[in-house]
């Protein structure tokens, strides 16, 4: 069973940013694939990004290509959320999702375990 425990939300101004951090531990093999989720009020849960850490491959939802950049430290089995450029439609709860050693998703449904959310607020 692998636990997931995120931190560093919080609230932030427009064109401000923010680092969201992924602990994951309870996890047997060394090569994983994990997500970004986020999902706003009255909207469903929309990927953000995702990362691969044996192929190294990693891949953004449009509306955060170029702003955003996941990350993930191995040693520390964390995956990290850096956000830059925040923009009020930003804000939503943030999760982040493990779907062990396989290839990088983008569905809801192609994830095993989540974190249990992170509140991000962008004020103008």
């Known amino acids: 069973q692998v636990q997931l425990v995120e931190s560093g939300g919080g609230l932030v101004q427009a064109g401000g940013s923010l680092r969201l951090s992924c602990a994951a531990s309870?996890?047997?093999?060394?090569?994983?694939?994990m997500g970004w989720f986020r999902q706003a009020p009255g909207k469903e849960r929309e990927f953000v990004a995702g990362?691969?850490?044996?192929?190294?491959?990693?891949y953004y939802a449009d509306s955060v290509k170029g702003r955003f950049t996941i990350s993930g430290d191995n040693a520390k089995n964390t995956v990290y959320l850096q956000m830059n450029s925040l923009k009020l439609e930003d804000t939503a709860v943030y999760y982040c999702?493990?779907?062990?050693?396989?290839?990088?998703?983008?569905?809801?449904?192609?994830?095993?375990?989540w974190g249990q959310g992170n509140q991000v607020t962008v004020s103008s």
């Open positions: 999702a493990d779907r062990g050693g396989r290839r990088l998703r983008v569905g809801v449904d192609e994830y095993d375990y």
């Open positions: 309870g996890r047997t093999f060394s090569s994983y694939t």
């Open positions: 990362i691969s850490w044996s192929g190294g491959n990693t």
